[in-house]
């Protein structure tokens, strides 16, 4: 039974530039969540994806966009990227139930230079 | 407003010893609470969970105690050992369905 998957497991990138990380749902699991967990705090919702439409969203401005495919696998972008934005994103999945229990992948450490 | 946090950034225990570590909670709307285990380099782990009707769960060496009147979760681990050396989380998740985290706790295992 895998687990939730994330690639890349790195990644750098420059300011202005665009990224797209990518996760693989838990078997049986059909709603992706993403978080941002900068260095040393607690992770931070972003958006949530099921049914393929972003169903939840977080603090987070436009240029942080989603999107989910039919086999469940996601994807998250980031245009025009900031210092700011370097941190680790982590992809959670859980099947669609209010309050069923989300588990996290290993994450895709970005680093914007 | 929405924030979960923790009593303390590091706790150190003795190999052997029970663990305690606390964490408040704000929103009292909150029905859910989960405690997540993080490694270094690694994605949360789930640990255990406890939904507001009950005021006690136990897992596998692990009690999750959430006290509602003064919106209080705590996490107990007993006979800690090596492994258990990680940054704790605590983490509620409302009925919006997204899991809001605290600051964490690192805990450190003395030999």
């Known amino acids: 039974d895998a687990g939730v998957t994330q690639s890349p497991t790195h990644l750098i990138k420059t300011r202005g530039q665009q990224v797209t990380l990518r996760c693989s749902p838990k078997?049986?699991?059909?709603?992706v969540s993403w978080y941002q967990q900068a260095l040393g705090q607690g992770p931070q919702f972003i958006f949530q994806?099921?049914?393929?439409?972003?169903?939840q969203r977080g603090n987070f401005p436009d240029r942080f966009s989603g999107h989910q495919f039919p086999n469940y696998s996601s994807e998250l972008n980031v245009n025009a990227l900031l210092l700011g934005d370097s941190a680790l994103y982590l992809c959670?999945?859980?099947?669609?139930?209010?309050?069923?229990?989300?588990?996290f992948g290993p994450g895709t450490r970005l680093l914007v230079l | 407003g929405e924030s979960v946090g923790l009593h303390l950034p590091t706790l150190s225990v003795q190999e052997g010893d029970n663990s305690i570590i606390n964490c408040a909670y704000s929103?009292?709307?909150?029905?859910?609470f989960i405690w997540y285990k993080q490694e270094s380099g690694k994605g949360p782990q789930f640990i255990i969970d406890?939904?507001?009707?009950?005021d006690k769960r136990q897992g596998q060496r692990v009690t999750v105690l959430l006290n509602k009147t003064v919106k209080h979760l705590s996490l107990q681990i007993a006979a800690t050992q090596p492994g258990d050396s990680a940054v704790y989380f605590c983490?509620?998740?409302?009925?919006?369905?997204?899991?809001?985290f605290g600051k964490g706790t690192r805990l450190h295992i003395l030999p």
């Open positions: 959670a999945s859980s099947t669609r139930q209010v309050q069923e229990t989300q588990y």
């Open positions: 078997s049986g699991h059909d709603t």
């Open positions: 994806y099921y049914e393929e439409e972003e169903r």
């Open positions: 929103n009292s709307a909150s029905d859910y």
């Open positions: 406890i939904r507001s009707n009950m």
């Open positions: 983490a509620e998740n409302p009925r919006d369905d997204k899991i809001i």
